[in-house]
């Protein structure tokens, strides 16, 4: 890790993993890396470095570790009202690093490649035929 | 300095939509044209993300669209805090094209009219017949994908490359546009299709916005530029302008510009035409203040800034329960209904919207549409969205109004010292009917396509791609900045030809009637130096 603490990054990999549950084909968070995702973008934002480095030693500070499941969801949906902003860098770099994942992105149904070179077949559609019958209602546009 | 020596015939500022296609009319010609670009060249092959796993995390980092968000060293920051919608550009050869969508709609013929026919807002001086044989020339040299024969417009000249397919979402939505009876059509697209003037087709692997790696979308950095400059156009990067200077007659004689180390340089030039957008152009005109124009240049009206105008946008998102396989092809599909486009009486607004389809969200952007919850339920609502959602853009004509304006941030400066603009817009009555009105048609037409749930966000920040009306186009010195050539009432070897000069927005994107006046204009610079 390049910034995270040994405690920071072990908290966050809990939490990662209750925000994206493992299932099926679908990986864990932590499985693929995302907390190392994490650790890298943060090391390169200072502001935002600092929100996850505060953040979590606030989570630490309350035995995070130490608590049942349930109880950890229920601190986090705590802390999701009371630090909303840490939160919610929290849940986008999470699902950066998830979604953008190879593993995940062949998962959900996609070739796993990225965009290019390749790019895709689409089907031309069969409904340009359809035109016709809008062509055929007339002119719509009004002549000034 | 040997003003003579450093002297060109017409200088542009920004090499953006207009930029460019002003700039190969006038090379072309012969003159002596030089082009300052605040940006730089972007390398399609190396600086555009889609070759990379990362790829959707550029949306929120060194692509996005608003500059604020970019803070790159090539932006300039904008106050936005006292408008609902944040305006979107990008600072590079080939300006915001680099970013755009490439719907290549032309405004309609009542666009022009709107005083005589609706009796609001001012008519144009120019009307779009004036303007078919540029939409033409511009069509050839950006290469548009399409079908003639629309009933939303005159006839028009062939298509240079067939439609951007439809793929399996857009024969699903097209059955709803049936169903109801209601036009729509292959919009106009700046994207070739198959091969087309040495570039090539698309290989629809969807994200637009994010730069096409192999050309095929119609950006200026890869058509109008390199024409530019094999026929002699200069165009200087890194080059960001402070102001135009006057001399004692009051004409423009020189833009003085930071260069890429910083020094400033001075260019002299016999005219003088801005190409900076909607707020980059009142931007450098109200800081070139002297003792002439001390409110600012070609200001005599006031107008210079005011009148902005955006298109507010609804979105409203259809959820299917089916795999669309929305990710396959442009994200922009480029169909776009014309059906309540014009002003009816029954209505409880004048002038009318349009809607344009858009394909689903790739992954990333499903999960952080804010409708994919953390936790137990992540994955099924994930999967619920994830190509399975149509989305349409309900775009909106916001009709000028003189406390929508771009000003002087007193305190906001960019990296060079040069003082930013401030933004200030509100909502008017008439444009929320509308979108309101256009939120209700749009979910009709998700529920006779099949949609399972419709959501809609009344008005969408994040958009405003357009930028017009700042120094708006009149007869009348006072009551307008420049003439139907774009020459500016008061200096009159400067002229404007970007969206600025926009008199009214009509409901459709915007560059392809921009670069059509811009072309327009330079016959006419042309003209007058012969
Ligand atoms: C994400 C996105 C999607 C869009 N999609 C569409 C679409 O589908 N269809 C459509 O019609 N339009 C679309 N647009 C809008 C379209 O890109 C603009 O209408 C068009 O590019 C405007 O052309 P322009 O020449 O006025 O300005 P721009 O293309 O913005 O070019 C202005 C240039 O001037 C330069 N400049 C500004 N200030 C200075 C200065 N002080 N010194 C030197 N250089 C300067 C800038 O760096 C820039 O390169 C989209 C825009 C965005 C951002
Ligand atoms: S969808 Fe087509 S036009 Fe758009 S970026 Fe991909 S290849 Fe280029």
Redesign the pocket.
């Known amino acids: 890790m390049r910034t995270l603490s040994k405690s920071n990054s072990d908290t966050l990999t809990v939490i990662v993993d209750l925000l994206i549950p493992k299932k099926g084909s679908l990986p864990s968070p932590s499985d693929i890396n995302v907390v190392e995702h994490i650790d890298d973008t943060i090391s390169d934002a200072p502001q935002l470095m600092r929100l996850f480095v505060e953040g979590l030693r606030d989570i630490n500070d309350k035995d995070f570790l130490s608590l049942q499941e349930k109880e950890q969801i229920d601190l986090l949906q705590k802390y999701e009202c009371s630090n909303s902003l840490f939160f919610a860098e929290l849940i986008r770099h999470t699902y950066n690093g998830y979604y953008t994942n190879p593993i995940v992105v062949r998962a959900i149904g996609m070739t796993g490649h990225p965009?290019?070179p390749k790019?895709y077949n689409l089907e031309q559609g069969n409904n340009f035929k359809l035109l016709e019958k809008v062509r055929e209602r007339g002119q719509i546009w009004r002549n000034p | 300095m040997d003003i003579e020596n450093n002297k060109v015939d017409v200088l542009v500022i920004g090499a953006g939509a207009s930029g460019a296609a002003f700039s190969w009319k006038l090379a072309k010609s012969g003159i002596k044209v030089m082009c300052l670009e605040q940006g730089d060249w972007l390398d399609p092959l190396t600086d555009y993300s889609?070759s990379n796993s990362d790829w959707e995390i550029h949306r929120q980092t060194d692509f996005n669209p608003n500059p604020n968000f970019r803070s790159m060293k090539v932006d300039y920051p904008i106050n936005d805090t006292e408008s609902p919608i944040a305006p979107l550009m990008y600072n590079a050869v080939g300006g915001s094209t680099i970013h755009w969508s490439?719907h290549f709609p032309r405004l309609k013929p009542s666009d022009f009219r709107v005083k005589t026919l609706d009796h609001v807002a001012d008519d144009w001086p120019i009307s779009y017949f004036e303007l078919e044989p540029y939409f033409d020339l511009n069509d050839k040299m950006m290469g548009v994908a399409g079908i003639i024969g629309d009933p939303a417009y005159p006839p028009k000249s062939p298509r240079q490359t067939p439609p951007v397919g439809l793929g399996k979402l857009g024969d699903k939505i097209t059955h709803g546009f049936d169903k109801l009876g209601w036009h729509w059509w292959p919009s106009d697209s700046a994207?070739?299709t198959v091969d087309y003037d040495g570039r090539p087709g698309?290989?629809?692997?969807?994200?637009?916005d994010?730069?096409?790696?192999?050309?095929?979308?119609s950006s200026t950095d890869v058509t109008y530029w390199p024409k530019a400059i094999k026929l002699g156009a200069r165009l200087v990067t890194n080059a960001r302008v402070r102001e135009i200077t006057v001399d004692r007659y009051g004409k423009a004689k020189s833009a003085i510009y930071y260069d890429s180390d910083g020094n400033i340089q001075e260019q002299y030039a016999s005219t003088i035409v801005l190409a900076a957008n909607g707020i980059g152009t009142p931007r450098i005109l109200l800081n070139s203040t002297s003792t002439k124009f001390p409110e600012g240049l070609a200001n005599s009206s006031g107008l210079v800034g005011k009148n902005l105008m955006f298109h507010p946008y609804s979105i409203v998102t259809g959820i299917f329960d089916e795999d669309l396989e929305g990710h396959k092809?442009?994200?922009p599909l480029n169909i776009i209904c014309s059906e309540f486009y014009e002003t009816d009486h029954s209505r409880d607004f004048v002038r009318g919207y349009a809607y344009q389809v858009v394909r689903s969200s790739a992954p990333l952007a499903t999960a952080l549409s804010g409708h994919v919850p953390w936790g137990e339920k992540h994955h099924e609502a994930f999967k619920k969205r994830f190509n399975r959602t149509i989305t349409f853009a309900v775009i909106g004509e916001d009709l000028p109004e003189t406390h929508n304006k771009v000003t002087i941030d007193p305190n906001l400066s960019d990296s060079f010292g040069i003082p930013s603009p401030k933004i200030a817009y509100r909502l008017s009555d008439n444009s929320r009917k509308m979108l309101g009105h256009g939120v209700k048609t749009a979910t009709q037409v998700m529920k006779a396509a099949g949609a399972t749930e419709v959501t809609h966000d009344p008005l969408k920040r994040e958009a405003g791609w357009h930028l017009m009306g700042t120094t708006k186009m009149g007869a009348d010195p006072k009551d307008s900045v420049v003439n139907k050539y774009g020459q500016t009432h008061d200096v009159d070897n400067l002229f404007v030809i970007d969206g600025s000069i926009f008199v009214t927005a009509g409901a459709v994107n915007p560059t392809s009637t921009i670069q059509a006046l811009a072309l327009h204009v330079a016959d006419h610079v042309i003209s007058k130096s012969k």
Do not use: M, R
Request: net charge positive.
């Open positions: 965009p290019q790019g | 889609t490439a994207i070739n698309c290989n629809n692997c969807g994200p637009c994010l730069g096409c790696s192999i050309k095929a979308k092809g442009p994200t």
